[in-house]
């Protein structure tokens, strides 16, 4: 089912895209490696710089069974929280195959939403799993309801090889040396409450924010390649937040 787009409401795939890169978690379903049944879970989330979701779990855990015998699976990530009518709100599911993420790009990207994750990381029993993204079903509310192709919803990487290497020192370099601009993006520009935001990633179509269980995604105006088009980009954005009223 779908319904046509009309000038006036935001793309689909914008929309899944944010709940993707601000989900901090997501229900987990997978198939039962003893009968076959369906098996919903609550699992921690991060992304890869692509938007390709990730997650750390244990093999004492079902669904890594579940996924150890068949890798298909499916993440639902819901924006509904706060809402009356959860069925007015946003939601997600991606579907795809699991696979083993080794490298350490996966390992800073998760460990940087989800810090208190650090005691538990490098137990034998835990790995990092990707979701390798073949498509996603969107629902925006009562009659936006959309089918997504996997680049509807990931993040052209190509040719931003520079910007992917220089991203952890990006994030450091911005809460340590600019905390006051990180904040500045979250409440003046994201509308979100005062408090001691951190940076905690960027790729080329924007930079993700958190504070506790909160995050939040800021799209950037233009897509971006390399740390100088990054650097620009986020001056540009903290004159545009400083020029806004608290």
């Known amino acids: 089912m779908s319904v046509p787009e009309t000038d006036f409401e935001p793309l689909p795939s914008a929309d899944a895209r944010l709940l993707v890169r601000r989900g901090l978690k997501a229900a987990l379903a997978t198939s039962d490696a ?10 921690t989330v ?5 938007g390709t979701p990730l997650c750390l779990i244990s093999t004492l855990a079902q669904h890594t069974r579940n ?16 809402l009356g009518d959860p069925l007015e709100g946003g939601r997600v599911s991606v579907f795809g195959r699991a696979e083993t993420a080794e490298d350490e790009t996966a390992r800073r990207r998760f460990l940087a939403r989800h810090p208190s994750a650090e005691v538990y990381v490098d137990f034998s029993d835990f790995a990092f799993y990707r979701l390798a993204v073949e498509g996603a079903h969107y629902v925006g509310g009562f009659g936006r309801i959309h089918d997504l192709a996997p680049e509807d919803l990931l993040t052209e990487t190509a040719g931003a090889a520079e910007l992917m290497a ?3 020192g990006i994030v ?11 904040a ?13 935001w951190r940076f905690v990633g ?20 233009a897509p971006v390649a390399t740390p100088e088009e990054v650097r620009a980009t986020l001056v540009a954005l903290v004159r545009q937040a400083r020029e806004r009223p608290a």
């Open 202 to 221: 960027c790729d080329p179509d924007g930079c993700d924010l958190i504070l506790g269980d909160r995050a939040l995604r800021l799209t950037f105006p």
């Open 184 to 196: 500045l993006y979250a409440t003046r520009l994201l509308g979100a409450p005062d408090g001691a």
């Open 46 to 50: 991060a992304t890869e710089p692509d």
């Open 166 to 168: 220089a991203e952890d």
């Open 34 to 43: 003893a009968s076959g049944r369906p098996h919903a879970s609550l699992v």
């Open 67 to 82: 996924l150890q015998r068949d890798p298909r699976a499916c993440l639902l990530f819901d924006g509904t929280d706060g």
């Open 172 to 182: 450091q370099h911005m809460n340590e040396d600019h905390a006051d601009a990180v």
